[in-house]
């Protein structure tokens, strides 16, 4: 056969074995190709043979099915493909919207993570240290009992072959080792010799290349603190990963809009700016080579925070909070604000003024130049006889959302919501076209609304995350996704207040409202000053209802809970608790609870607690629910309605004068409050108590002590880890706990309460009833004091007195009463151990009388009458 030929035969084997796969192919007996023999696992052994053609193509049928190795000239496409497999656990979906729940979640869920926090925060202010040259020097947070940390090399090693290969492929091998060369002559990063090595108590972290052409640094690297092996943890699952960052996102945005003049600016490079302590920079090495895949590996390790370990966030955050605390007394106040205006790196401030603006910027940069922090990238609102000077649509990103600069407005960063997703509608389309829209005010919440009910719907149906959705699913996300470009136009004015003359009158409003798909609240502030009245939304939020059924008057109330949460929170952060405030809401049931403190039943008397807690209950008023802003986050609206609405300005006649307010009666339904009010049942039961089976065959009352005292032992050992079980004979505190749990068994069989016992009992701190005796005053044990009560008719109290009596070398009454008393005030006690020594074989023996021989009658001479003498 020709080359043609087997190139034909080549080429008609590979289109039958990849699509169609009909025919087998045989080959001669004994043929053999030893150069794949140690590359298949058993899965992939040939089952019937294999042929080889001179292009080096073979085919073999195997466990998994037909499989072509090989070269082969005839494929031309040089592409590749990459399998992934992925599982996915089903999750929450409640806790795929965290943001939703900032600042209006319980508080009862953060007590346990703030005391792991706080535990972070002590042993970083243990640990942390200071330089010659101002710079602080910090050590990882390690959790207590981590798992072993291996030393990950192997993964580094294959990572790094996949990083230089990238990078040769964007020809940016030079600029990525010129980034390692400069962090090397700053001292950020240093080399490790390969000798000196560490084979226990290191940690190699893979790194890629991020790519920005339009950022001064074109390329740079990035470290993967979560990478692992299968079975081994992270360095990220080893350390503390401190405060919950995403929490303080509304609380800086309040802030940034209540000033006249906003400002923002970023530390650069700030995590490289806090050194690192000797002892755990071996965990934080990565492997580089000179000369891409020719050159030698060499060792490097950081000598500074690294940006990719989870705990670097917590390690910044609380350094600067740290430096700002110790601030000298001239800087003070601008410390003050910059403790409550970092996001990880990036500030965000407002002022009210100029010169607040002006000292705001230099006293911030002399105060962090001390530690080694360089503030850079400042942005501020436009001053007069400025505004000319910039871009009509400068805008800059700011917490999640888009600042224009010249107008002053905040808008929604909609690059990654544009994009096109190709496919079928799925839950995870869904969910990830919901979550391109970040909004940490909540202007845009009444536009979430939709994609998140129909998550809920699907959630109801068990989909799965990638089955394509009902027709009528996919048509409403199709409609409401087509109207998103129009968020686009979607602005809001940073500043919440047009006017900020001296004699203007702020006031809070929060807004609360439910529908059978969410509840909802918003929260406004109102400045009223001689010329003018403004209005703007300060927060929203809403959330949908839980998949469980609840009726319209819970959710309303609901709302009212987290509204008041909001408030709180909002308030607290801007500092205004003395300014005026008012509660609104359209549901008169919700009102009735909250402004009756009365016996309600569990799920509302719960909330309304809460509610009177935060907030003063003469503070809530009624409106109209066409009157309420909060409708339109409750029941939702798409893009286009949203637009038009302008309801982040708040309603019209908040801006009249307080006389001109509706004004409206508060008479509920009640029918429905009186429902919840709490129900009394009473129930009658007759309960009978028995008596453990082994005390009745149990021969001794030291014998029934020690098997309870054994049955406790296993008990225990059966809850705690193998290292900590007891073992061996019983030690005395057993035995004590194992009698009092008898006695205690007794007591509550023999006294119901109702018995008139004519002496002062009490319970002990054991659960046990003892007897106020008459030496209760004398200095003694207190079992002799006050001794256990026990009653007369009990068979282990006969067991008790019985063993006590052997004990004495089976003492009589007197002797064995006295004993006893010394411990137990046992009812009839003289009776009961007459009875109990009566049962006693040996004491019956001794007591016994021996056998007396009856006496003979006398004889007749002796019992006749006879005179004196007159018997012989």
């Given at each position: 056969?020709?080359?043609?030929?087997?190139?034909?035969?080549?080429?008609?084997?590979?289109?039958?074995?990849?699509?169609?796969?009909?025919?087998?192919?045989?080959?001669?007996?004994?043929?053999?190709?030893?150069?794949?023999?140690?590359?298949?696992?058993?899965?992939?052994?040939?089952?019937?043979?294999?042929?080889?053609?001179?292009?080096?193509?073979?085919?073999?049928?195997?466990?998994?099915?037909?499989?072509?190795?090989?070269?082969?000239?005839?494929?031309?496409?040089?592409?590749?493909?990459?399998?992934?497999?992925?599982?996915?656990?089903?999750?929450?979906?409640?806790?795929?919207?965290?943001?939703?729940?900032?600042?209006?979640?319980?508080?009862?869920?953060?007590?346990?993570?703030?005391e792991l926090e706080e535990a972070a925060k002590e042993h970083f202010e243990r640990s942390v240290k200071r330089d010659n040259e101002g710079r602080y020097i910090v050590s990882l947070p390690w959790i207590h009992d981590h798992p072993p940390l291996p030393d990950g090399r192997k993964i580094a090693e294959r990572r790094l072959n996949s990083c230089i290969k990238a990078l040769e492929r964007a020809e940016k091998l030079v600029d990525y080792d010129d980034v390692f060369q400069d962090w090397q002559k700053e001292g950020i990063i240093e080399?490790?010799?390969?000798?000196?090595?560490?084979?226990?108590?290191?940690?190699?972290?893979?790194?890629?290349?991020?790519?920005?052409?339009?950022?001064?640094?074109?390329?740079?690297?990035?470290?993967?603190?979560?990478?692992?092996?299968?079975?081994?943890?992270?360095?990220n699952d080893c350390l503390e990963k401190g405060p919950n960052l995403v929490e303080l996102i509304p609380s800086l945005m309040t802030r940034f809009r209540v000033g006249k003049y906003g400002v923002i600016a970023d530390i650069k490079k700030a995590f490289l700016q806090i050194g690192l302590q000797e002892r755990d920079r071996p965990y934080l090495r990565f492997l580089w080579k000179d000369r891409g895949r020719e050159g030698n590996i060499k060792i490097l390790q950081h000598k500074r925070v690294v940006f990719g370990i989870s705990s670097s966030p917590f390690l910044l955050g609380a350094t600067l909070e740290l430096h700002l605390k110790n601030a000298p007394d001239?800087?003070?106040?601008?410390?003050?604000?910059?403790?409550r205006s970092f996001y990880v790196d990036n500030c965000v401030f407002s002022v009210n003024t100029k010169k607040e603006l002006a000292r705001f910027i230099s006293e911030s940069q002399a105060l962090l130049s001390t530690a080694k922090f360089e503030l850079r990238g400042w942005e501020h609102s436009p001053t007069e006889g400025k505004i000319e000077e910039r871009q009509e649509d400068l805008k800059v990103p700011v917490l999640g959302l888009l600042w224009n600069l010249p107008k002053d407005t905040m808008s929604l960063d909609m690059k990654g919501l544009m994009k096109e997703d190709k496919g079928p509608t799925t839950k995870r389309k869904i969910l990830s076209t919901v979550h391109r829209i970040f909004d940490p005010i909540g202007f845009s919440c009444p536009v979430t609304l939709e994609p998140k009910c129909l998550l809920q719907e699907c959630w109801k149906l068990g989909l799965s995350w990638d089955a394509e959705l009902p027709l009528l699913i996919t048509e409403r996300f199709e409609r409401w996704k087509m109207k998103l470009p129009k968020l686009n136009a979607l602005q809001i004015p940073r500043c919440v207040r047009e006017d900020f003359a001296e004699d203007s009158k702020l006031s809070i409003h929060v807004f609360c409202d439910a529908s059978q798909s969410a509840y909802a609240t918003c929260i406004f502030l109102r400045a009223e000053s001689a010329d003018n009245t403004s209005c703007q939304l300060i927060q929203a939020r809403n959330r949908v209802a839980p998949l469980k059924k609840i009726s319209i008057p819970r959710l309303e109330l609901l709302s009212c809970t987290i509204g008041a949460r909001l408030a709180k929170a909002t308030i607290s952060e801007l500092g205004l608790e003395k300014i005026p405030i008012f509660y609104w809401s359209d549901s008169m049931n919700a009102l009735y609870w909250i402004k009756r403190n009365e016996n309600w039943a569990t799920f509302v008397y719960n909330r309304v607690l809460e509610i009177r807690k935060l907030t003063n209950p003469e503070?809530?008023?009624?409106?109209?629910?066409?009157?309420?802003?909060?409708?339109?986050?409750?029941?939702?609206?798409?893009?286009?309605?949203?637009?038009?609405?302008?309801?982040w300005e708040g309603p019209n006649w908040l801006r009249r004068p307080i006389e001109d307010w509706p004004v409206s009666e508060t008479i509920p339904d009640f029918d429905v409050v009186n429902s919840e009010k709490r129900k009394t049942i009473v129930s009658v039961t007759n309960t009978t108590t028995e008596q453990l089976e082994y005390f009745s065959k149990v021969s001794s009352f030291r014998k029934m002590t020690r098997i309870?005292?054994?049955?406790?032992?296993?008990?225990?050992?059966?809850?705690?880890?193998?290292?900590?079980?007891?073992?061996?004979?019983?030690?005395?505190?057993?035995v004590e706990a194992a009698e009092k749990f008898i006695l205690k068994q007794v007591q509550s069989q023999c006294f119901s309460g109702n018995e008139k016992l004519n002496l002062q009992t009490f319970l002990d701190s054991d659960g046990l009833l003892r007897v106020k005796t008459k030496i209760s005053q004398r200095s003694d044990i207190p079992t002799f004091r006050f001794p256990i009560l026990l009653p007369s008719k009990h068979a282990v109290i006969g067991k008790l007195i019985f063993e006590k009596h052997v004990e004495l070398s089976h003492a009589g009454i007197q002797i064995l009463m006295s004993s006893l008393r010394e411990n137990y005030w046992i009812l009839k006690s003289r009776k009961t151990i007459r009875q109990v020594i009566r049962t006693c074989v040996i004491c019956q023996r001794f007591a016994s009388r021996p056998l007396e021989v009856v006496s003979a009658p006398l004889p007749e001479d002796r019992v006749?009458?006879?005179?004196?003498?007159?018997?012989?």
């Open positions: 056969m020709d080359q043609r030929g087997e190139e034909t035969e080549s080429a008609a084997l590979l289109e039958h074995v990849l699509f169609r796969g009909a025919r087998t192919f045989k080959t001669d007996k004994g043929s053999s190709n030893n150069r794949f023999s140690n590359r298949f696992t058993r899965e992939t052994e040939p089952l019937r043979g294999l042929k080889t053609f001179h292009l080096d193509l073979i085919a073999m049928n195997t466990k998994l099915g037909w499989t072509v190795i090989g070269r082969s000239g005839i494929i031309e496409n040089d592409s590749s493909s990459t399998l992934m497999s992925l599982l996915v656990n089903d999750v929450n979906i409640s806790d795929l919207w965290r943001l939703d729940t900032l600042n209006i979640n319980d508080p009862a869920e953060n007590q346990s993570r703030k080399e490790v010799d390969p000798m000196q090595e560490i084979k226990q108590g290191q940690h190699f972290l893979p790194h890629h290349p991020v790519f920005k052409e339009n950022s001064t640094t074109k390329v740079r690297p990035v470290f993967d603190g979560s990478a692992k092996e299968r079975n081994t943890p992270s360095i001239h800087l003070k106040e601008t410390a003050q604000q910059l403790m503070d809530w008023r009624h409106i109209s629910g066409t009157l309420n802003p909060d409708d339109l986050p409750s029941r939702g609206s798409n893009a286009e309605e949203l637009v038009k609405s302008l309801w309870t005292a054994w049955i406790f032992r296993f008990y225990k050992n059966a809850k705690t880890q193998k290292k900590e079980r007891k073992s061996g004979t019983l030690d005395l505190e057993e006749r009458d006879a005179y004196v003498f007159e018997v012989e």
